[in-house]
Structures are given as structure tokens and as C-alpha cells.
């Protein structure tokens, strides 16, 4: 009957006969064994097993078992082999960069970079930052474009590049070790052995401290100012690229897509003027707003939802001293 069988359910039936067999066979027995073999002047250690009785493992018997990676030969101290040295040729692979997820586990583990005392106040206090405090600090490096994503993967942006060399000009910035040292100043607040006036007056001589050396560092380092006016000039031509048209307040800066909302390239200026890039529950196309900036309203649009009524309605958008409106002629 086992002869007459496919050849995929004798496999199966052979492989949970062996799996039962097992079950009830001896152990498998090994020795953990260190081998130290000398070739000249150089030493070179294996770390492995050395079978003694094979076991359940006799039921098994294919390659991959009886040469497993870890084996080792029966060998006796002081016996002589044949030794033969090769120099592998092989190329290195960048790490895999971090997601959200693996950057906020690093995060939360960064005291095992640390020395042992500093390491223990950190893995007291989980890490750098709290879970609720982590994924904020991530959001807001997304949101001023230190950091992008693509494809689930985070990537530092040019100015994220610009911004990690000029903090690094004072290490204490960049120092998980600092954390650990307030972490400790707080706890010594709680056991009432420093005051918080004490800590709080010594995070204000810092704050005003970094103020003072951290510019003139970044102003006398002609490499950061070289990559900061590059960095400038492609911010401004990809929002050259990005603009959709010419502000309609100050009439010299880019409206241009600021993510939640359109706005002027020269708000630090102290241009304001921005446009919404929804209204009244509508998405506002891209063609009403360069329509806006240009002639002050837009055509009848479609699709706007009363806050009190919640019917749809039509209307058009009309510009008033920079405020938008609806205009129901």
C-alpha cells in the first residue's frame, strides 16, 4: 500500500513516521569544543560541536544535518593538520536604513552605546525621550524636511544633512549621554539632594552658552556656509518649480505648496498671506487656486458643505484684502 502511494504523501508519511520515531529515540550528545590552531604566529579559534552520539539525529541523516555549520572534527591537543589560508574577497553593504518603527526602537535603546553608568540611567528611563514624546520628535523632523520617506524607509534630506554637521560643532547637542545626565540631576531633585532651581539655572547657562558659540561656530565654517548656500539655491529653485504664481499681497514672492496649506515665499519677510487648501469641507483644486492668486475669485465650484445645515452647495471664491470668501452672485 505505501508503494502505491505518490511520491508527495510517501514524503509526507516517511517525514511524520521519522518526527514520531523521534520522539522516543535517544539524544543527540556533543561536546561544545574551542579549537586553537597555530599556522606560524597566528592563532585562529573555532568554536563548535564535536558529536559523541548522534541520537534522533540518526533518523535524519542528510547532509545539512551530518555537516552542520557549527560541527566540528574530532580532533586531540597537540595533533597536527594541514592548514590552508585564503584571503576572502567580499564587498561591504550599507546598513539598511531605518523606518519609524526601527529609529524609535534605536532611540529607545540608545544607552547600550553608552558607558555603564550613563547606560543604566538610560535603560532606567527607556532610552532617549518617552513613547509618547518619540514618534512627535520624528513627525517634526518630517514636517521641516530634515527627514523624507520613501518607501516606508526614512532618508535624511540635504537640509537634514546641513543641520546634523552644524549641531555637530558642539557635541554635547549630539550627546545621548546628556540626557542621561539630566535624567540623573532629576532624580537627585526628587531625593531633595539639588534644587530645581539649581538644575533649571544650569539649563540656562547652557541654553545661553550654545546661543553664543554655536552661530560663530557655524559662521566661521567656510565647508557648512559652501553646503548651506547650495542647499539654499535648490530649495529655491524646486520652489521656483513648485510655485503657482506670484503672490498677490507683497507681489514679489511664490505662492507656493507649504504642505497643509499654499504660501508666500517671503513669509520671513513678514509676508503672511497663505491659502487654505480646503474650504467649507471642498479640496480646492489646484487650477481654483492659481485662479485666485491671479485674478482675485474663481469660477462656480461644486461640492462645498454647509457646517450647519450640511448640504452641499455651489459658489465661487473671491480674494478681499487677502481674506478668502464665498460669492454667491
Keep these: 500500500q505505501l508503494a502505491k502511494l505518490p511520491v508527495l504523501q510517501r514524503q509526507v508519511y516517511d517525514l511524520v513516521l521519522k518526527t514520531t520515531l523521534a520522539m522516543f529515540a535517544g539524544p543527540y550528545e556533543y561536546t561544545e569544543t574551542t579549537i586553537i590552531t597555530q599556522v606560524g604566529e597566528a592563532l585562529f579559534k573555532s568554536v563548535g560541536k564535536v558529536p559523541i552520539n548522534p541520537g534522533w539525529r540518526r533518523l535524519f541523516k542528510t547532509k545539512s544535518v551530518e555537516q552542520g555549520k557549527d560541527t566540528l572534527p574530532e580532533v586531540t591537543p597537540g595533533q ?27 532611540m529607545k535603546t540608545a544607552g547600550k552605546t553608552l558607558d555603564a553608568d550613563e547606560a543604566a540611567v538610560l535603560k532606567d528611563v527607556e532610552g532617549i525621550g518617552t513613547e509618547a514624546t518619540r514618534a512627535n520628535v520624528l513627525e517634526t523632523l518630517k514636517r521641516r524636511h530634515y527627514l523624507v520617506t520613501n518607501k516606508n524607509e526614512l532618508h535624511v534630506s540635504g537640509t537634514g544633512v546641513t543641520l546634523c554637521q552644524a549641531v555637530a560643532l558642539e557635541p554635547l547637542l549630539t550627546s545621548p549621554s546628556m540626557t542621561a545626565k539630566w535624567e ?3 532624580k537627585e531633585i526628587g531625593k531633595k539632594k539639588r534644587t530645581p532651581e539649581n538644575f533649571l539655572g544650569q539649563i540656562k547657562l547652557l541654553i545661553q552658552k ?33 510655485a503657482v504664481g506670484v503672490c498677490p499681497i507683497c507681489k514679489t514672492g511664490e ?47 461644486k461640492g462645498f458643505k454647509s457646517k450647519k445645515m450640511g448640504k452641499t452647495f455651489s459658489a465661487k471664491l473671491k480674494l478681499e484684502a487677502g481674506k478668502l470668501r464665498f460669492d454667491f452672485n
Excluded: M
Excluded at 593538520?81 to 529609529?103: D, S, W, Y
Excluded at 554655536?214 to 530649495?235: D, H, I
Excluded at 513669509?267 to 485666485?292: H, M, R
Design 80 to 106: 597536527t593538520v594541514q592548514a590552508v589560508l585564503t584571503t576572502p574577497t567580499k564587498q561591504t553593504t550599507p546598513p539598511k536604513p531605518f523606518t519609524e518603527g526601527t529609529l524609535i526602537t534605536a
Design 184 to 186: 540623573i540631576a532629576l
Design 210 to 242: 550654545l546661543l553664543k558659540e554655536v552661530p560663530e561656530q557655524f559662521a566661521q565654517n567656510a565647508y557648512l556656509q559652501t553646503q548651506l548656500v547650495a542647499q539654499q539655491q535648490v530649495e529655491q529653485k524646486q520652489q521656483a518649480q513648485a
Design 255 to 301: 505662492i507656493s505648496d507649504r504642505g497643509k496649506f499654499y504660501g508666500c515665499s517671503n513669509y520671513k519677510n513678514g509676508c503672511k498671506f497663505t491659502l487654505p487648501k480646503q474650504w467649507s469641507g471642498k479640496k480646492l483644486p489646484i487650477s481654483a487656486i492659481k485662479q485666485l492668486i491671479k485674478t482675485g475669485e474663481t469660477a462656480q465650484l
